[in-house]
């Protein structure tokens, strides 16, 4: 069965701080993809990446940058330089194939509380 | 980007009512759309896969009979909650599958999400 694990609820952290956010997932299946969304207090999901199993290379966005490690199974989120905007709920997802109805599992969540 | 709406935004009814939520895909065809749900401080949990056409496939535990879903063009679910009570105030949140790119780049679209209060 596929998983999705954020073992940390709640972080705090003061502006300008870096910060990494992790995301742990199992699966079984040999492709597979993998995102993050970030959700501010609207509700509404916000896309930051898509992975796709076949390719390891980090990525970086401006101030955020993606840690993917298939070795550990783990995909980790970090933001440099922290803001008080970056404060929401962050989640990790693993994509089901779409042969077996392609929903995304999602991990519980990680809320980021940056204090200016 | 690709757009998904949903409707209403917030909705509050009484106990015993029935409330119906509109998930549109405004730009492009989802033969394939997700219904979530998530509770306070809570993570997602997708409650159904609606397919147009065909008949929405529901996770263990959710109630096919109190959660009617109907997917009846290529451009809107809807999701309707029968007879409704204050368990089911919920934030819920529809996704769109937009296959007009094939393999890796295929992807899903999330609606902004539906406040739900049943008092």
């Known amino acids: 069965a596929q998983k999705v694990t954020q073992a940390q609820t709640e972080i705090s952290v003061v502006e300008k701080e870096d910060v990494t956010l992790d995301c742990v997932y199992e699966t079984r299946d040999t492709t597979y993809y993998l995102f993050w969304y970030k959700q501010p207090p609207s509700g509404e999901l916000v896309f930051l990446i898509r992975r796709n199993s076949f390719d390891e290379q980090n990525e970086i966005s401006g101030r955020y940058s993606w840690n993917f490690q298939k070795s550990t199974s783990s995909f980790n989120f970090t933001i440099t330089a922290s803001q008080v905007v970056d404060s929401a709920v962050y989640f990790c997802?693993?994509?089901?194939?779409?042969?077996?109805?392609?929903?995304?599992?999602f991990g519980q969540g990680t809320e980021l509380s940056v204090k200016p | 980007g690709a757009v998904v709406s949903q409707h209403p935004s917030r909705v509050i009814c009484k106990s015993g009512t029935s409330v119906k939520i509109e998930c549109r895909s405004l730009d492009f065809q989802a033969t394939t759309m997700f219904w979530y749900r998530q509770f306070p401080k809570q993570s997602l949990m997708l409650m159904a896969t609606s397919n147009e056409g065909s008949k929405a496939t529901y996770e263990q535990g959710v109630e096919k009979d109190k959660f009617l879903i109907n997917h009846a063009s290529l451009t809107l679910s809807t999701l309707t909650v029968t007879s409704a009570h204050p368990e089911d105030s919920s934030f819920y949140i529809c996704?769109?599958?937009?296959?007009?790119?094939?393999?890796?780049?295929?992807?899903?679209?999330f609606g902004p999400g539906t406040r739900l209060l049943v008092l």
């Open positions: 996704s769109a599958r937009d296959s007009r790119l094939a393999g890796y780049q295929e992807t899903q679209y």
């Open positions: 997802a693993l994509r089901v194939p779409y042969n077996q109805g392609g929903k995304l599992i």
